[in-house]
Nanobody
Framework: QMQLIESGGGLVQAGGSLRLSCAASGDIFNRNVMGWFRQAPGKERTFVAAISRNGGLTYYGDSVKGRFTISRDNTKNTVVLELNSLEPEDTAIYYC????????????????????WGQGTQVTVSS
């Protein structure tokens, strides 16, 4: 059974930085795409970033490009999201997700294309 546990959220002032981590159990971590999503109160869950199985390809939502960086360590079953130049609009619960799909599956952006989710970690950015 795959479990994903996020950590690293918190309260930060605008312009600050945070580092979110996602630790995965199970033996399928390094064979699957990993993603981060976020959900603000009253809004839909939206794509933030994703990373390919070997870490060679990364994908970002338009609103976070140039500010956030995703990385993974397959030896430690972890994926990290570095959040820089944070804005109040980044305030949300951030979720880690694993996509357990065939190798040629290409949708990295839809929440429905991910199969396992963490419980989320709150990020609050004050102005």
């Amino acid at each position: 059974q795959m479990q994903l546990i996020e950590s690293g959220g918190g309260l930060v002032q605008a312009g600050g930085s945070l580092r979110l981590s996602c630790a995965a159990s199970g033996d399928i971590f390094n064979r699957n795409v990993m993603g981060w999503f976020r959900q603000a109160p009253g809004k839909e869950r939206t794509f933030v970033a994703a990373i390919s199985r070997n870490g060679g390809l990364t994908y970002y939502g338009d609103s976070v490009k140039g500010r956030f960086t995703i990385s993974r360590d397959n030896t430690k079953n972890t994926v990290v999201l570095e959040l820089n130049s944070l804005e109040p609009e980044d305030t949300a619960i951030y979720y880690c997700a694993l996509q357990n799909r065939p190798l040629l599956y290409t949708d990295r952006y839809s929440p429905s294309s991910y199969d396992y989710w963490g419980q989320g970690t709150q990020v609050t950015v004050s102005s």
